[in-house]
């Protein structure tokens, strides 16, 4: 199996644009950047003094940057893209919004210390169902938050920027891999109707977002 295969597809996506800029392979700015944290870490080693965490037990809109990728998602805010955050305090959205795909997906690769930055407002409500769609006209796709359920944007073919995001259920048939992969997905916080390919449900008044 090929490590590569599981590492996000925000972090794929960020390396595919820094290989294009750098020029230089995919894999040779993993191992880069697996010096540069192997460095850092031999660095903590060599440092004596204690470490001491504090961890406030209230809520704030600074969060520490110590959750995973996995924990965020893109998802449609006030007609153009935001961030999720699943932590343990509670489901929190970004301040800041992207005009479209590619810039969202850039923002989930960023370093620790810019993610510290930023502002986030506390919400709470159903998970409504997102749609990912090139036009109107055009197959629908199940969002699972950084990618499609079909993965459609594993292909360098398929341009995030020409797709959006909505939670507007379409009245055409959904793409049929994604509704397949749902079905395989286990502990998803979705919970689909589907009838006839179409998804139909479920539909909140007290939505998320």
């Not at 999720?84 to 969202?104: C, M, P």
Request: with cysteine.
């Amino acid at each position: 199996m090929n490590p590569f295969d599981k590492i996000p597809s925000a972090y794929k996506f960020t390396l595919k644009q820094l290989s294009i800029k750098t020029g230089k392979p995919e894999h040779h700015l993993l191992i880069m950047a697996l010096d540069d944290l192997n460095e850092k870490f031999r660095h903590s080693l060599l440092n004596t003094k204690p470490s001491i965490t504090h961890q406030s037990t209230k809520v704030t809109h600074h969060l520490s940057s110590d959750y995973c990728l996995s924990q965020l998602e893109i998802i449609p805010k006030d007609g153009q893209l935001g961030i999720l955050l699943r932590s343990d305090q509670g489901i929190f959205i970004t301040k800041h919004t992207y005009k479209n795909l590619v810039e969202a997906l850039t923002a989930l690769g960023e370093s620790a210390s810019v993610r510290e930055k930023w502002i986030w407002t506390a919400i709470t409500g159903n998970y409504p169902v997102v749609i990912a769609q090139k036009k109107p006209s055009h197959t629908p796709h199940l969002w699972l938050g950084q990618n499609t359920a079909c993965k459609m944007f594993n292909s360098q073919s398929n341009n995030p920027r020409q797709y959006s995001l909505t939670t507007t259920l379409p009245m055409q048939k959904m793409c049929k891999i994604c509704i397949s992969n749902y079905n395989h997905l286990k502990n998803c916080h979705l919970d689909i109707k589907v009838v006839n390919g179409i998804i139909v449900g479920p539909l909140y008044d007290n939505a998320l977002f």
